[in-house]
């Protein structure tokens, strides 16, 4: 095959043949002029033998000349074959270039052509670039004088901001001076333009410690504007108070008229103290003046509505309802007894009738009604109450005063009249005999006090203090002067001896029961003393007196009637504690009763929710209201003895009343009631109640 390819070519059969051929091409190379291969030149100290073995190697590999070697192709034919084909080839490439020269030749003039013109886009791209460097720096030239610029709006917009307050608060437009000048008092655009002349009244006292240039300009206009105002709010007020002295004047109505015009008294305190003075000076003296005569015009006629009937020194505990006679002595009270009971006078003290409407004595007189003293004392004080509170708070409000300043301004109104309060009590009280009178008056104080504390109203605290200092050692000193009474009696000047309750024992049994009935919401350690020490005379005197009698049946006939008289007392004390947390339960047993007496029990057919709500709250409130009640028992008597003795019959009484409402229940009438399964076991109630039974 390499035969075939290369004819011509001489085979090489042995390796001295090849030996022989190698010398002789050496000594053909050796012969032949150097040539100058640069790169491609072996021979050189650079070229690297590893490499040349390797492309060696790598040639011998290559199967083309392995097949050279193996049919032993002529090498110098071979060459000389090649070397020939590429001057075909050469000058065949020159006919292609000459052939194409026209097109070379066009393509070198478009090359040519092409760098002129990128030659112009690059110095028109130079020049863009220098302009660009240009605006870059205009553009920082105009970003600090844009930095400028705002630096100096900001500070021209503060000045503007501070100028501009400064010019609307010192210039006095015309609307203000017309409506200062013009406008009344009453007219809301004058009080809203005087607050602006307040306003700016200040603004230039202030600018005036700076020393600004500006205020002298409007100081003249201003200051003629203020005392405008000041003389215009003067004359208002002044006016409303003289309106006050006008007979029949409800003084209430202007009083909130000038609550709505406040601020005219806070204009003048602020700029024309003279006048503020002048006006509260006018108010103190005017009020006090109609407080006065109005409170003095009011006690007066209540004193026309009082019981003729009082009591005096000899209507006392030991004194007979005969002992008084005599020719020139006054006619005594119809029954000394009314004296030491409480009756219906403990109303007075009941939420309803304690804050209600005052009494109005030419109503009274022409009804020809006549009332205790407490009932006039309630009325009195709590006309006082009444306008006190509302008055401080007046104050308070429009004079703007708080504390100290407040009270002493109310008692410069209220003074008078106070002290006229006290000394008429204090006369009163002088030649006062009724302890019942006395003691209900001090629980009135003691409530009245109370509702100011609500009402934060301190005003009459001092006054309440004043009014107990005078009620306690009165009440006290008619106590001591019972007392005495009782250990002054003689059990043998009585005259003819009598087993049956005394005298003295009633009165004491009343007496107790009725100070302990009031003295429950305000307990008094002062008042258990007492009353511990009127116990101890009257029960010498039922012994003293019991020693009188001959035989030892009468003296026990008479201490058993005394004592029981005593222990009926306790009951209705028993009954009024057991009111209040089972008085529901005890009206229905004791209407049903009644109602059974007659047979028309079937009369409460109807009353199913009543009974219901009456079950039910009793299961659910029993426990906490037999705790109350024997707490409130405790702290009333001293005596703890007596206490349980008091805590005990109460809770006797109410399991005998719980008794009665079960039987009421078990009626034919009331049998097919659900809630009769709710009722308490009436055993297991009894278990309960020992219980609370304290021990001591």
Known sequence: MAEALLPGAVRLSSGADSAAYLHDEKSDFDAAPALNLGDLDITTDEFILDEVDIHIQANLEDDLVKEALRTGVDLRQYSKQVETELQRIEQASIKDYIKESQNIASLHNQITACDSILERMEGMLSSFQSD????????QTLQQQSVSMNLRLKNRQAVRSQLSQLVDELVVPSTMISVILDSPVTEQEFLEQLHELNSKINYAKELSFKETLACSDIQDIVDRLKIKAVSKIREFILQKIYSFRKPMTNYQIPQNTLLKYRFFYQFLLANERTVAKEVRDEYVDTMSKIYFSYFKSYSGRLLKVQYEDVADKDDLMGVEDTAKKGFFSKPSLKSRNTIFTVGQRGAVLSPAELEGPILIPHTAQRGDSRYPYETLFRSQHYALLDNGCREFLFL??????AGNSALDLFNSIMGKTLSMFLKNLSTYLSDCYDSIAVFLCIHIILRFRAITVKRNIPALDKYWEAVLELLWPR????????IQSIRNTDPQKLGVLD???HYITRRYAEFSSAVVSINQTFPNERTHTLLGQLQVEVENFVLKMAAEFPSRRDQLIFL??????MLGVLMEFIEEILSPPFGGMIAFVKESEALIEKGQLDKLRNDEARITQLVRGFSSTWKQSVEALSQDVMRSFTNFKNGTSIIQGALTQLIQYYHGFHKVLS????RSLAVRSELINLHHLMVEVKKHKPNF
């Open 132 to 139: 660009l460097s240009s605006i870059s720096s205009e553009i």
């Open 396 to 401: 308070s409000d429009f004079f703007m005063v």
């Open 475 to 482: 009440f006290e000193l008619i106590l001591e002067m019972n």
């Open 499 to 501: 087993t049956r309750p």
């Open 560 to 565: 058993i009637n005394n004592y029981d008289m």
């Open 667 to 670: 009626q034919p009438t009331f």
